[in-house]
């Protein structure tokens, strides 16, 4: 949430939102999208693999969550 917000501040938007609102609804445009991919990425010491990177996965804070949970699960046994 704290990322998205962050975007959202840089663009002049102050709308508050759940996490699971969609994010395109809340104001983040595509490329807004594309920079809260990295963010996150960088954040979490992750890489998002291609077939990740879907309007679904990254409709709303909940489902970029269970991607990542997803990712960090998968990455913890090696």
Do not use: C, W, Y
């Not at 990322?3 to 807004?32: K, M, N, T, Y």
């Not at 990295?38 to 990177?53: C, G, H, R, T």
């Amino acid at each position: 949430m704290k990322l998205a917000r962050s975007i959202l501040a840089d663009q002049a938007h102050r709308r508050d939102f759940s996490p699971d609102d969609a994010l395109i609804d809340v104001g983040l445009s595509s490329l807004d999208l594309v920079n809260l991919m990295v963010a996150i990425e960088a954040e979490f010491d992750i890489m998002i693999p291609a077939a990740q990177l879907t309007p679904e996965t990254f409709r709303s804070i909940r489902s970029i969550a269970r991607m990542v949970e997803a990712l960090r699960g998968a990455g913890a046994g090696h």
